[in-house]
């Protein structure tokens, strides 16, 4: 059974620094990867869509990186800013399901 | 391009009452999911619908149903509601079905709060 893990589940940090977000998965047969952001009482946005035959993915000061064999992907935030503050999750599709989330990361970007 | 559309946004039930909530998927989009996202479980997949024929479905009881238009549009209902079905549901359209579909893109949200 496919279980997804994001550590930490809470982050802050300065604005301007740059972080990254962790997602572990068990089971490696993935098709595809989706880094989501999430605001309080909002539906989720999609950031970044990593296929299972590709390694990374960039859109603007975001950058995901996947490693199939080890389970895990990383979600790059460069220069951080407070209106990045938001839970991030991460789901993978295997099996006949559609995406598997993680529980996220509550992220907090002090002014 | 329109995103997805839910409706209800926020609505307040009570116990045994049923529910019916919406969802207008991106148009071109034929595949709509649907999602239980709680505080204690966090997001749960409930159902995925394409071309109005249910194509998978999570481990949810019965009393979650759901069906698909002509036009892609989807509905779910919720029949004899508990207190621990109060949760945001949420919709997510894809242009096909089953796990290797690309993008998903959801919409805002229905808060159900049942008392």
């Known amino acids: 059974k496919q279980e997804v893990t994001q550590i930490p589940a809470a982050l802050s940090v300065p604005e301007g620094e740059n972080l990254v977000l962790n997602c572990s998965f068990t089971?490696?047969?993935?098709?595809?990867l989706q880094w989501f952001r999430q605001d309080p009482g909002k539906g989720l946005t999609s950031l970044l869509l990593?296929?299972?035959?590709?390694r990374e993915q960039t859109s603007g000061r975001l950058n995901a990186s996947l490693d199939k064999s080890s389970g895990r992907s990383t979600l790059y935030i460069a220069a951080s800013q407070p209106g990045d503050s938001a839970t991030y999750l991460c789901?993978?599709?295997?099996?006949?399901?559609?995406?598997?989330f993680g529980t996220g990361t509550r992220l907090k970007v002090l002014a | 391009k329109a995103g997805v559309t839910q409706t209800p946004r926020y609505l307040i039930k009570t116990r045994g009452q049923q529910v019916t909530l919406s969802c207008s998927p991106i148009?071109?989009?034929?595949?709509v999911s649907w999602y239980q996202q709680t505080p204690g479980q966090g997001l749960q997949f409930l159902f995925e619908?394409?071309?109005?024929?249910?194509?998978n479905k999570g481990n949810f009881p019965g009393r979650f149903s759901g069906r698909q238009f002509s036009n892609s549009r989807s509905e779910m209902n919720v029949s004899t509601l508990e207190l621990g079905d109060s949760a945001l549901y949420l919709c997510?359209?894809?242009?096909?079905?089953?796990?290797?579909?690309?993008?998903?893109?959801f919409g805002e949200g229905s808060r159900l709060t049942v008392l």
């Open positions: 990593i296929q299972s035959s590709q």
């Open positions: 789901a993978v599709t295997s099996g006949t399901y559609k995406y598997i």
């Open positions: 089971d490696s047969a993935i098709y595809n």
């Open positions: 997510a359209s894809s242009p096909t079905a089953g796990p290797n579909t690309g993008e998903l893109f």
């Open positions: 619908y394409f071309s109005e024929t249910q194509r």
């Open positions: 148009s071109g989009h034929r595949s």
